[in-house]
């Protein structure tokens, strides 16, 4: 299965500004996903990276929040915009664990834990 | 649409003895299901998945679920828990978002695993 690394592990942040989390692949896949993880709260997605054309987004996240980038098969950013304290949480990236599909299951990346005071 | 459900928020046992954490779904056609591990500070990490076959999937660190469709649930369980059995557990099943698969979670099930 893929291998996904993900940075930065942490951050803490003022709010306002804007925080740009990488996730890199060591093989080429065609879907990127991110979640989120509130505090003490389960993962939910909030968009699907494909390259070559704009991320789709779930219900209650924006484009304006949550810019998404896929230049390649291989890496993808998510930024975190104008931060309140509310977007405290934990995000990762996830990508199918085969290029057969959802039946080998999904690799996740080891989070980043972002905290905004 | 698809959903899993974690009833417990906690589960405590002793080490040595068996441990359940319980999950039941709700989906539409055949289910897709995993169970997730998160250890403190880490990402999510693969335990087992049923798709088809054999009821009793097997997975990782001597770790089994039982896939039961009558029932519509997917318990995960072990035999001998260890204390490093410690961690945060996710049940999750295939959903489908805006025409693409992936996950979608319980809300998790945190297991205490005493000396």
């Known amino acids: 299965s893929a291998v996904i690394s993900q940075k930065p592990s942490r951050d803490i942040c003022q709010r306002g500004t804007s925080l740009t989390i990488q996730c890199q692949v060591d093989s080429q896949v065609t879907m990127m996903f991110w979640y989120r993880q509130q505090p003490g709260q389960s993962l939910t997605l909030i968009a699907t990276?494909?390259?070559?054309?704009?991320?789709?987004?779930e219900s209650g996240f924006v484009i304006d929040k949550f810019p998404i980038s896929r230049p390649n098969l291989t890496f993808s950013t998510l930024t975190v915009s104008n931060m309140s304290p509310e977007d405290s949480s934990i995000y990762l990236c996830?990508?199918?664990?085969?290029?057969?599909?959802?039946?080998?299951?999904?690799?996740f990346g080891s989070g980043t834990r972002l905290t905004v005071v | 649409a698809q959903s899993v459900a974690q009833p417990e928020d906690q589960v405590n046992v002793a080490e040595g003895n068996p441990l359940t954490v319980k999950c039941t779904y709700s989906v539409s056609g055949n289910p897709y299901l995993f169970w997730y591990v998160q250890y403190p500070n880490r990402g999510l990490q693969f335990l087992l998945k049923y798709i088809t076959g054999d009821n009793l999937v097997k997975g990782s660190y001597g770790f089994e679920a039982e896939f039961n469709k009558s029932q519509t649930s997917f318990h995960l369980k072990k035999p001998s828990a260890l204390v490093s059995d410690s961690a945060l557990y996710f049940c999750?099943?295939?959903?489908?978002?805006?025409?693409?698969?992936?996950?979608?979670f319980g809300k998790g099930t945190m297991l205490l695993v005493s000396p």
């Open positions: 996830s990508v199918p664990g085969s290029r057969t599909g959802v039946g080998d299951g999904y690799t």
């Open positions: 999750a099943v295939r959903a489908w978002f805006s025409g693409y698969s992936t996950l979608t």
């Open positions: 990276a494909n390259q070559g054309s704009e991320a789709t987004y």
